[in-house]
């Protein structure tokens, strides 16, 4: 296996390579086609005419049958055989245009183009009702393309990536599923759009795109019980995240404090929790979060030796505060009355010996200054602290306030992922679709959400049922196969490859 380069890489660099033949093929077919920009004849103004026209034709054939049913109080439900008829009607119109074409140069664009609409039409695991609507794009992609001839020569056309991305996102869904959804309403609103403005070219797909995008986000994780799992998933990696953010930092400002071992491990086991609690619960600079962060100060100071008469007075005067913001914080933070009883038991043994210390006390200026550090931590703390999100389904359930029946926690297994695995564990795009084996179960399931630390990792089945693993799981599941890509290379480059391969076996029909 190659491990320098993750699997979407090289998936690229063959779609580069695709991408490539076509250029080379153009070349030798077509010698105008590889002229300098600028040196480009413009298309005939007679088949950009034609090309409107059909597109208006192609428009107004779909959306008859779509009036049609709404008029009869249906939903439209394209099948393949409406899918059939309307890729037949294109081919008729491909002839006409050709015939209309003025140059070797416009019949080769018109051709390819056409070959690979033929494929993308007939690509079965894409919803008919989809790819009725994907039919309208041919005009308008072959009028791009009669314009700007990159578009066979980039990936990166604005016109490719939207047909990738939004064929991407529906090879998991069939024909009921898709049809009268909000995905398919927002496809017909896309082709609408490029349809009503022929003549802008790449930046009414570019455009739309950007709008597409936005609109995944919003989709994947709007339905209910997604929604409120993506709203606790990000508060469950603020709260890891600062937890062990917190416990860095407390390391740090505990270096050189003679400070016991007890109250250290309760400090950077239990406290880091807490406060990491309290700062998403209520901010970080809440009241109560702020007297949470003071117990840690107070506690470390109450725990150093008290040769002094007045400080062993103060700490029997202060402690009946600090056990009670104690164990405010580890309800909070949601222990068991057994667990608190435990730990503050074990803190009140270190309190009694400390009075018993000879050791030197803490100044109180440090506490002083450990105190004014602890309510302002988060200035002390950055993202590149962070480890591997801890995770289990208690902490979700715990924050969800519900059953999380519907929702799986993958937490553990899988061997270490290398660097390759977990650069395409952060490549992933919400909406694409996966195969999971998961503890014997195959499933397909979407990519819906990544978290803003990019730490958490949402998939969801068309059942709604949810899988959440934090990036090193996610790393290492994609490393053993577990996880697969349904799709390994874009529509529009197995499109592509398809026209290729036609070509080659009937390289006449280029500029017939």
């Known amino acids: 296996m190659m ?7 090289r998936a690229k660099a063959r779609a580069s390579g695709v991408i490539g033949q076509l250029k080379r093929l153009l070349r030798d077919k077509v010698p105008s086609f590889d002229a300098p920009e600028g040196t480009r004849p413009a298309p005939s103004a007679a088949l950009v005419q034609a090309v409107t026209a059909h597109a208006t034709q192609v428009q107004t054939q779909v959306q008859t049958r779509v009036n049609e049913a709404v008029t009869a109080g249906d939903i439209v439900v394209f099948d393949d055989e ?13 002839q006409d245009l050709k015939k209309k074409a003025a140059s070797t140069n416009e019949k080769a ?6 070959l690979m609409f033929q494929s993308i039409l007939a690509e079965e695991r894409i919803p008919a009702t989809v790819r009725v609507w994907f039919a309208r794009l041919q005009m308008p992609v072959l009028r791009v393309a009669l314009g700007e001839p990159e578009f066979f020569g980039t990936l990166e056309h ?23 959804s909000a995905m398919e309403a927002e496809i017909r609103r896309v082709v609408q759009v490029i349809e009503q403005y022929p003549e802008t070219g790449r930046r009414v797909f570019q455009l739309v795109y950007e709008e597409f995008q936005r609109f995944l986000s919003r989709f994947l994780t709007e339905k209910g019980p997604t929604q409120k799992l993506v709203s606790v998933a990000q508060q469950v990696e603020q709260k890891e995240t600062m937890a ?23 400090l950077f086991k239990v406290w880091a929790e807490v406060l990491a609690v309290a ?10 979060t702020l007297a949470l962060k003071k117990s840690a100060s107070d506690l470390v100071w109450a725990a150093s030796a008290k040769p002094n008469r007045d400080d062993r007075a103060k700490v029997i005067q202060d402690l009946p505060e600090l056990l009670a913001r104690l164990r405010r914080g580890m309800t909070l933070l949601g222990l068991d009355g057994g667990d608190q009883e435990n730990h503050i038991k074990a803190i009140g043994d270190t309190l009694a010996d400390a009075f018993l210390s000879k050791t030197e006390a803490i100044p109180h200026a440090r506490i002083d200054e450990m105190t004014k550090r602890l309510a302002n931590l988060e200035d002390f703390v950055s993202d590149d602290d962070a480890g591997e999100l801890p995770l289990d389904q208690e ?17 553990t297994g899988g061997s270490q992922p290398n660097a390759a695995m977990m650069a395409w564990a952060n490549e992933l795009q919400p909406g694409n679709w996966f195969t999971l084996d998961h503890n014997g179960k195959v499933r397909q399931v979407q990519y819906t959400w990544a978290s803003d630390r990019r730490q958490l990792h949402l998939f ?25 890509p349904t799709e390994e290379e874009a529509l529009t480059v197995r499109a592509t490859r398809d026209a290729l391969a036609k070509l080659d076996a009937n390289p006449e029909r280029l500029l017939q």
Do not use: W
Request: glycine share 6%; net charge negative.
């Open 82 to 94: 409406a899918v059939e008829q309307v890729a037949q009607d294109l081919r008729v119109r491909t």
């Open 279 to 288: 700062a998403v619960k209520n901010g970080p600079q809440h009241e109560e």
């Open 395 to 411: 902490s979700i359930e715990m924050m969800l306030g519900i059953d999380a029946s519907m929702i799986e926690v993958i937490s």
């Open 3 to 9: 491990t320098n380069t993750t699997p979407l890489a």
């Open 109 to 114: 664009t018109i051709e390819i183009v056409a």
């Open 460 to 484: 969801a089945a068309s059942d709604g049922y949810c899988y959440l693993m934090p990036l090193r799981r996610l790393g290492a599941y994609l490393q053993a196969g577990l996880i697969v």
């Open 244 to 266: 062990i953010q917190y416990t860095i930092e407390l390391r740090k400002m505990l270096s050189d404090v003679p400070v016991r071992d007890e109250i250290r491990e309760f």
């Open 158 to 180: 604005p016109a490719r990536q939207l047909i990738d991305r939004m064929g991407s996102c529906v090879l998991g869904f069939d024909s009921t599923d898709i049809s009268g």
